[in-house]
């Protein structure tokens, strides 16, 4: 079996142009284009190339993308009047704060990411990394959804993956992918969309025993876990659905978490690194970019 390609890319390019759509008639109602504010602390370069792309996103979709750039020796009190000041502005509409924070930050003794993360207005937390919205998120009714999860769970249903009664495997317990990942698939309601809930979900990770036949049973296996090309064929159920969040730099090339050539030979469709879940990513940042306005635009809330 040679497995079908799910093109992240192509799936990220049609919702981007929606987006793009629904920002003009968000500014023909009246209202201010929608912007993001991106906080960078230190050089590191691989959050640079991450910034400079959402900017460039956002400039596309005619969302306003603004980046704050801190040194690294910036102080964690600092850190936080910048995000209170973003906060307080009424011409912000969403905030993101871009991990990782640099080790070596705050004069030498690092930041309390935990305490960064939580400073952040929940109505402008894009990123969904507030206990407010991850705690929404478990009960079923979500104001934001965490962009990389979002953009699988889109990606499923753009590509006509069934998911209602399937099995799905996650490997990696992450607080950015693969807990709200699980929680999403499990959904009883529809909360995440009706035809990306109601699957049976097991969460393994690390310490999981069996890991192999676990990911054997899965219909749908979803690999978040940072090490490059650990989830190899033979872990594989023939004609099962392979989504790779990982993006490894290894020598000079870029590689996901699971063997590509391999797992290509078992599965059924199989997204590709790069070009597969990346670009999702961002489109769902603007996504909720475009949410947060609308929803400090709508009174009550
Ligand atoms: N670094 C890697 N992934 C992410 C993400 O989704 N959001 C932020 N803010 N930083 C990241």
Partial sequence: MTAERLDGKRVAAEIREQIAVDVQNFISAGHSPPCLAAILVGEDPASQVYVRNKERACEKA????????????????????????????????GILVQLPLPKDGNQGNGFDERAVLDSVDPLKDVDAFSPVNVGLLMQGRHRFLPC?????VQLLHRCKVPVAGKHVVVVG?????????????????????????N???TLAHSRTSNLKQICQSADILI??????EMIRGDMIR?????????INRVKDRLVGDVHYAEASEVASAITPVPGGV??????????NTLNAARLQNTPGE
């Fill in 148 to 152: 990389t999860p979002h953009g699988i």
């Fill in 278 to 287: 990346g670009p999702l990513t961002i489109a769902m940042l603007l996504h």
């Fill in 62 to 93: 005619g969302i306003i993308g603004q980046t704050i750039r801190l040194p690294a020796s910036t102080t964690q009190e600092e850190l936080l009047q910048t995000i209170a000041r973003l906060n307080s502005d009424e011409s912000v509409n």
């Fill in 223 to 228: 690999a978040a876990v940072g090490v490059p």
């Fill in 238 to 246: 023939s004609g099962a659905v392979v989504i790779d969040v990982g």
């Fill in 199 to 201: 699957a049976t979900v």
């Fill in 173 to 197: 317990r992450s607080d950015i992918v693969g807990k709200p990942m699980a929680m999403m698939l499990a959904q009883r309601d529809g909360s995440c969309g009706q035809e990306t809930a």
